[in-house]
C-alpha cells in the first residue's frame, strides 16, 4: 500500500493538474510495493505510467533528498541514437537494450529481466557520456548525471552511506543514471588513503549495484582500462568497448555535422586519412570550427581546405601533448 505521504502527493497532483508530478509520485509507489515485494503490483502501476505519460519528463518535479541533492545533475535529453556514431556491432547491442527495456514486462512474465546495468569503456571523446544521454532521450527518461568527483572529494570517510543514498533514488525515481569517470573509484591508487577509503567505495558500489533490483538504468563510463577485472564485469549485463572512430566512423560523422554545408564539390578525398587517430569529439569540434568559419562569413558551404586546416590544427595539438612525432 502506498504511504499517506505518497497517497497525499498523488490527490495533490490531480488537482493542481500536474501530470508530470503525478507520474513521478506513482512511480515511487512502484517503487515502494516492489520494495515490500508487490512486483507484480509494481510492474502493473509502471506499466500504466510508462504508456500514458508525456513523452518528455519534466525534470523540475524530481526532488532529490537535501544530502545528495548536489550530487546528482537532473537533465531531460533530446538525443537520439541516429546521433550516435558507432560501429553496427556496437549500435545492435544499443537497440538490444532499448528493446528490453521497452519490453520489460513480456519478459518478466517468463523470469527474465532486461539488460540495464551497462559498463562502457573507451579513450576521451568517443561518446561514452553522449551513449548516457541517447538511452535517456529514445526512452523518454531523465538523465541523471553522478558527479563522481564531489561525492568523493566532499564526503571522504562518509561516502559509501552517501552512495547508498544514491542507489535509493535509483530505485524510487526511474531513470538512466550515468556514474560518468567511474575510474574516479578504486583505480588509481594514488587518491587512495591509508585506511583504502577508495578500496571500501569500490567494494560498495559493486555491492549496490549487485543489489540494484529497480528500473532503472545504470551506466558506469571509464576511460581506464585497468578498472576492467573480473570482479566487475560480473557486475554488469553488458560491458560496451567504444574506440577512436574507424574510416566509416569518421565520413558518416562528418557528413553528420555538416550536412547542408557540404559543398557542391564534396569533401575534400584526403579527409578520412587527415582526421584518422582523432577521437569523435575532436573531429566533431573541427567540423564545428569551419561551420563557424562559413557562417561568420556568410558562405552557403564549408571551406574544404579550412576544414582540412581545423583537422589538422586539432591532430597537432593533440600531437603536441602526447609527445608523439609522425615524421
Ligand atoms: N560516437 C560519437 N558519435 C557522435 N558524436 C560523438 C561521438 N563521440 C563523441 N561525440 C561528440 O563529442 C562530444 C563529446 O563526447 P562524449 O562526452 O560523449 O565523450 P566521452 O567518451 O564521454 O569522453 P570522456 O571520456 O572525456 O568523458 C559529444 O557531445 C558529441 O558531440
Ligand atoms: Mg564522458
Redo the contacts with the bound molecule.
Sequence with gaps: MATGEQIKALIKAHFENSSDRFATTALQVAAHEARQGHDTLAEQIRDIVQKSKPTSPNVSVIQFKREISDLIVCNNSENRLT????PDPVKNRLKRILTEFKQQEKLRKFGLKNRRKILIT??????????ASVLAGELHLPLMVVMMDKLLTKFMGETSARLRQIFDTIQDNMGVYLF??FDTIGADRAYDNDVGEMRRVLNSFLMFIEQDNSSSIIIA?T?NVRMLDQALFRRFDDVLQ?ER?TDT?IEH?IK?RVSSFIPASGLPQNLIIEAKGL???EI?QACDDALKDAVLQDKISISPDFLIHSVQEKKNAYDRVWGIDRG
Design positions: 546521433d550516435l556514431i558507432v573507451g579513450p576521451p571523446g568517443t561518446g561514452k557520456t553522449l551513449t560518468d569517470e563510463a576511460n567504444y572512430p566512423d560523422l553528420n577521437s569523435h569529439a566533431v
